[in-house]
């Protein structure tokens, strides 16, 4: 196997991608981290992998992929749609530069049936890869249990007695990020993935009822589940004093995506790349919250 580098690798997940890629059996030697910021990359580099510099928004020579077989491509974070398009195609035509003969890049679970706006970034960089004509896999995530069960919201609804939820009763798929992060790993060292879209999900969809009995025998407190609204909830986060910003990004406020079915949506898809037995279940991960 070739080197394999990493777009994001100084990330949450893709520092996780790294160590599944190093339990597979990828020697760091083998492992290129990208980096924008060198503080966060020198441990990996202190672990035996090279690190490289390339920041999308100001260098990105085009042999910064020279000797990469593999690329996991973790989707940027600006939070302009268009210029985050035109970021992602700074990496895949480098990559095509480089004859890359493999990307990886994590998109957004069941893009064709939802209306959030990330869809369009991410069904955009899909089909720029596309074009690109580099064999790909497209590894298309529901959202992380780290923000529709943090432990802030989860935290907060205890101590109050009250999940808020704006869900309105429909059905909604959880995955954690290091579940996520070991599909990554299993797509870059096994065969039989190329040019193939799987959507990361968890097998069945839960609803917020079932959140709210999981977070009551957990905590060992009784929480009452609440539907509301977002008139309802934003007076509700305000007087929390909690800035504009989080409240955008709340798990209660992002519930608000799910009123279209898009929740609902499951596949089997990550259980066949990882082992439905590997999957961290909702309880297990409400567990290791400190009530």
């Not at 160590?19 to 492992?31: A, Y």
């Not at 609804?157 to 299993?186: P, Q």
């Not at 309880?283 to 400190?290: A, G, T």
């Amino acid at each position: 196997m070739g080197k394999i580098a990493v777009v994001g690798g100084t990330g949450h997940y893709g520092s996780k991608a790294i160590d599944c890629l190093i339990e597979r059996g990828v020697k760091p030697s083998d492992i290129v981290v990208m980096y924008r910021n060198e503080e966060k990359a020198l441990p990996f580099k202190d672990r035996g992998m090279e690190i490289r510099y390339g920041d999308y928004k100001k260098e990105y020579a085009s042999d910064i992929f020279k000797d990469i077989e593999k690329l996991l491509f973790i989707s940027g974070f600006e939070m302009d749609s268009l210029t985050r398009i035109k970021d992602h195609i700074v990496v895949i035509e480098a990559a095509r530069s480089s004859h890359v003969s493999h990307i990886v890049y994590t998109g957004l679970a069941h893009p064709y049936q939802c209306e959030f706006g990330l869809e369009d970034v991410h069904l955009a960089t899909e089909y720029a890869i596309k074009a690109s004509g580099i064999p790909y896999t497209f590894l298309r995530n529901t959202f992380y249990s780290e923000y529709y069960l943090s432990d802030i919201y989860l935290k907060r609804s205890v101590d109050s007695g009250i999940l808020y939820t704006l869900a309105n009763g429909r059905g909604v798929n959880f995955v954690s990020r290091d579940d996520m992060a070991k599909s990554a790993a299993v797509v870059l060292t096994t065969e039989g993935h190329l040019n193939k879209a799987y959507e990361i999900t968890y097998p069945k969809p839960f609803t917020y009822k079932d959140i709210v009995e999981i977070v009551s025998e957990v905590s060992g407190k009784k929480v009452e589940l609440v539907e509301t609204t977002k008139e309802e909830y934003e007076p509700y986060l305000d007087k929390l004093g909690i800035p504009k910003y989080f409240q955008y990004i709340d798990a209660g406020m992002l519930q608000q995506k799910f009123v279209d079915g898009w929740g609902e949506l499951c596949s089997n898809d990550l259980a066949n790349l990882i082992g439905e037995e590997n999957i961290t279940t909702p309880r297990q991960f409400i567990e290791k919250i400190e009530f």
